[in-house]
């Protein structure tokens, strides 16, 4: 049993022991195994009894239903289906969850509370704006907030994630290019840039160009500044970068993409570091996308969805997608679509609008503005300032605490911003970063980032964000020093990890390539379902 230096209580030795017996259910004690909707649905059960519709042929996609074959289940049925596969899922009201990149931060519960007023809850986008003036306003100020916290001239309220919200930076872009008759074909993008700024690049029709990353990790300016021409549209470059670290020389980097006559965009994924203490317009960007769902703490991922507004600098800011919404003098907040953009142009970007289109059908998420506005007021500026020193105190002390036995490449040139990064140097041989990361689902946590950024080996990336506490990081860090030392040991053991998940190891591709998704117990006629033991055959 490893030393708990923290003094938190280990689990009992009991609950170690892989050599309890299976059980004929599959179930472990009160953690309940689920079969497929498939195999305990059928077509004719239901939650709810419906009316004899009398005589028509119910049809679906031209078939009758029972040839479908759609599994139904009883109200209770359906909630206990559910219910259990919840507990067989981690998420950040569990545990810490430390992926690095993307700022799975805490949601608070007052979030929730004000999005499911029925004024915010039940609106459509299709009611008459006299109706929803409560929700534009909310739009309004988020804009405000948003257009404050970044020193950045406009905003783009529609994208819907952050990847979204770089296609449509990058579409300004293009546009302002187009707009003077200078289309370029080049955009640049460092390596310590996030996948999605070389992808975004090549969507919209560019030839994507690394920037190599010098010694402390940071953009090589010269590099940068040697590439720099006439075809060049832009760089992406992600600020804080993918290794955590600020890149002090955004404001030389900024003007020597100008003076070359291109765009600066910058991926603000990681603002959650940064947010009211450094103001991007101040660093020269043309365009950032914010992720509500990281830095303003609404849901991410399953939870979701995601918004990704996107500030925008004098340069872009009449390029924005429609729609988007001003407030005229008598207090009315309109929503501004194509036929009457001309009418406002004057008044909010001091020059004729030139939109380069729609990013999508409405005005974006109203459910995640909701929250994001409850998250900035309830936090105020200072409460925002707090946050982002948090995050970056949190992500400074797993690497101070840390760095003696795990190998952190980027330690030497000064902290961190809110994520650490460590490499598998040191590891014995055949033990990986991946066995190392289901070490620690073993231990109850789930994993950082793997593998990313590529400019670090076996690159573990490590993000606490600030709500997590000096005990929890306490815990975290003992579960993830026990597991380094195994990894360092050469403790073959971990090559079989996750020993105590509800799945073992699987063969990662087979699950890809063959999916076994069916589940060994018998069905309760008896007859089985095996098709293999494990998803994967693992
Ligand atoms: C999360 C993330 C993105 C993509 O944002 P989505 O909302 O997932 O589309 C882009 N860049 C960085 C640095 C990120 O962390």
């Known amino acids: 049993m490893a030393e708990n230096p923290s003094g938190w209580a280990p689990k009992s030795p009991a609950n170690m022991d892989n050599d309890a017996p299976e059980t004929v259910t599959g179930n472990k004690a009160l953690m309940l195994e689920e079969r497929l909707l498939f195999e305990i649905g059928h077509h004719l059960k239901s939650g709810v009894d419906i009316d004899d519709v009398g005589d028509v042929t119910p049809r679906i996609g031209g078939l009758a239903r029972d040839r479908v074959d759609l599994p139904g289940l009883t109200e209770p049925e359906t909630v206990r289906h559910y219910t259990r596969l919840s507990r067989q899922n981690y998420g950040i009201d569990l545990g810490v969850f430390p992926l690095g990149s993307c700022t799975m931060k805490h949601n608070p519960r007052l979030n929730e509370k004000i999005a499911r007023l029925p004024g915010f809850a039940d609106v459509h986008p299709l009611q008459p ?58 955009v640049l993008v460092p390596e310590s840039a996030h996948g999605t700024n070389p992808a ?98 609404t849901p991410h991922g399953g939870g979701g969805p995601g918004s990704g507004p996107v500030v925008l600098s004098e340069a872009l800011s009449r ?32 020059g004729p609008l030139d939109s380069f289109g729609r990013m999508t059908a409405f005005h974006g998420q109203m459910g995640m503005f909701t929250r994001a506005l409850t998250y900035m007021k309830s936090h105020g500026a200072d409460g925002l300032k707090q946050v982002s020193e948090d995050a970056v105190l949190n992500a400074n002390y797993i690497l101070r605490r840390m760095e003696d036995l795990l190998d952190a490449p980027f330690a030497h040139s000064g902290p961190c911003m809110h994520e650490a990064i460590f490499s598998d140097k040191g590891f014995a041989d055949g033990i990986s970063t991946l066995d190392l990361a289901k070490g620690l689902i073993d231990e109850g946590y789930h994993p950082m980032t793997m593998y990313f950024p590529l400019v670090v080996h076996g690159a573990m ?28 040991g050469g403790d073959e053991s971990l090559k079989g990890a996750p020993y105590h998940a509800p799945r073992a190891r699987l063969d990662e591709t087979m699950a890809a390539r063959k999916p076994v998704l069916a589940h060994k117990t018998p069905a309760p006629d008896g007859s089985s379902t095996g098709l293999g033991a494990r998803y994967g055959g693992g």
């Not at 390029?319 to 207090?331: I, K, M, Q, S, V």
């Open 319 to 350: 390029f924005a997608p429609l729609p988007y919404t001003a407030r005229t003098e008598d207090g009315f907040v309109h929503l501004i679509e194509e036929e009457d953009a001309e009418a406002f142009e004057t008044q909010h970007f001091g």
């Open 200 to 297: 975004t690049a090549a969507f919209a029709g560019y030839r994507v160009e690394n920037i190599p990353a010098n010694a402390a990790g940071r953009v090589d300016l010269e590099a940068l500044r040697a590439r720099l021409g006439p075809d060049v549209a832009g760089v992406m470059i992600t600020n804080p970068n993918t290794c955590g670290l600020f890149e002090p020389d955004m404001k030389k980097i900024s003007d020597a993409v100008h003076e070359a006559g291109g765009y600066v965009y910058c991926d603000g994924a990681n603002f959650n570091a940064i947010v009211g203490r450094v103001r991007p317009g101040d660093l020269g960007i043309d365009a950032m996308h914010l992720n509500l769902h990281k830095t303003f703490s």
């Open 129 to 186: 704006v006299e109706t929803v003036q409560g929700a534009l306003e909310c739009i309004n100020e988020l804009a405000h907030w948003l257009i404050i916290l970044t020193g950045m001239h406009g905003v783009a309220m529609t994208p819907k994630a952050g990847a979204h919200g770089e296609l449509c930076g990058i579409l300004c872009i293009r546009a302002a290019l187009e707009a003077r008759g200078d289309p370029r074909e080049v």
């Open 461 to 488: 990336l490590v993000e606490p964000t600030e709500t997590e506490s000096r005990d929890g990081l306490d815990q975290f860090i003992d579960a993830f020093r026990h597991v380094v030392e195994r990894a360092k």
